[in-house]
């Protein structure tokens, strides 16, 4: 199920960009699951549109807590907009991109008031 929704392509371009587990000071405590289990639950979410409640954590490995806490902290360190970068980058570089097909709206670019 976790190379299903994180095949090894998307995992080779976002393992770079997760950033580091931070430190314990104390050490010890539960070891940490694997990042590319939770990038997984996490598109299995967004995708299936369903909530965090209805996430099938026997299949993945991770628990609800802990794809919803590392979401939450992979968003505010801006992983999102990176990949999404990353991802562009990979396919326009490979010609996989037919721009003239692409639109821009105002949830991506500010709009400028009192522009044309």
Do not use: N
Request: aromatic share 8%; charged share 25%.
């Amino acid at each position: 199920m976790i190379r299903l929704w994180a095949p090894d392509t998307l995992w080779e371009i976002a393992e770079p960009l997760i950033p580091p587990a931070p430190r314990r000071r104390q050490g010890g405590g539960r070891r940490r699951t694997d990042d590319r289990a939770v990038l997984a639950a996490i598109v299995y979410v967004t995708q299936a549109g369903c909530s965090w409640w209805k996430l099938p954590e026997v299949s993945f490995g991770v628990t609800r807590a802990t794809a919803h806490r590392r979401f939450a902290e992979w968003t505010a360190a801006g992983l999102w907009l990176r990949l999404h970068e990353a991802l562009l980058d990979r396919l326009g570089g490979g010609g996989r991109i037919d721009w003239s097909r692409a639109v821009v709206d105002s949830i991506s670019v500010r709009a400028e008031k009192g522009a044309i």
